[in-house]
């Protein structure tokens, strides 16, 4: 029997993948620091908040991976190419395929260890919390690469 953890772990696999699929899409690393007229985010920082927010998370509160966040930074302009965001992305890919891997049953079901959004969460609620909104952001980006690129939608990875 599949454990649910596995499941999950696999759909945050295929989602990561997606991710560096849709910055490898790209035609060049500027365009990963572009915004558009209404876009107030690039795909660069959407990437840089989505592997802050899993690291912290998921990585250091169930995986105990030391981290510090520094969620503003997130956010401000960054150099960083392609190949060391996807670089960075495969490694929190590894680190949350494992940590929630190995989370146990009763784990599921206790509390997550912080407050998050004035909420006292399940670890498994919040976990589901975390794939949809970075599902929410990986359209987000999927949406500005067309736009930026104009190019239409790419083959994704699968599970």
């Known amino acids: 029997m599949v454990r ?12 990561l993948n997606r991710l560096i699929q849709e910055l490898q899409a790209l ?11 209404g876009v107030s985010n690039s795909m660069g920082n959407l990437a840089l908040h989505l592997e802050g927010n899993l690291r912290e998370y998921v990585g250091r509160q169930l995986g105990d991976v030391p981290y510090q966040r520094h969620r503003d930074q997130e956010f401000a302009p960054s150099g960083l190419s392609r190949a060391d965001l996807v670089r960075r992305l495969g490694e929190v890919r590894d680190i949350v395929v494992q940590a929630v891997s190995r989370l146990s ?14 909420v006292e969460w399940s670890t498994q609620q919040f976990i589901f919390h975390l ?3 970075f599902n929410y952001h990986l ?21």
């Open 105 to 118: 049953d009763p784990r599921l079901t206790e509390p997550f260890p912080e407050r998050v959004l004035g």
């Open 4 to 15: 649910l953890q596995d499941e999950i772990a696999a759909l945050f696999r295929r989602d």
């Open 139 to 159: 359209g987000q980006i999927d949406y500005l690469r067309r736009f930026l690129t104009k190019k239409s939608a790419i083959t994704l990875a699968t599970l």
């Open 131 to 133: 794939l949809a909104h």
């Open 27 to 37: 035609d060049n690393d500027s365009q990963l620091w572009e915004k558009s007229e």
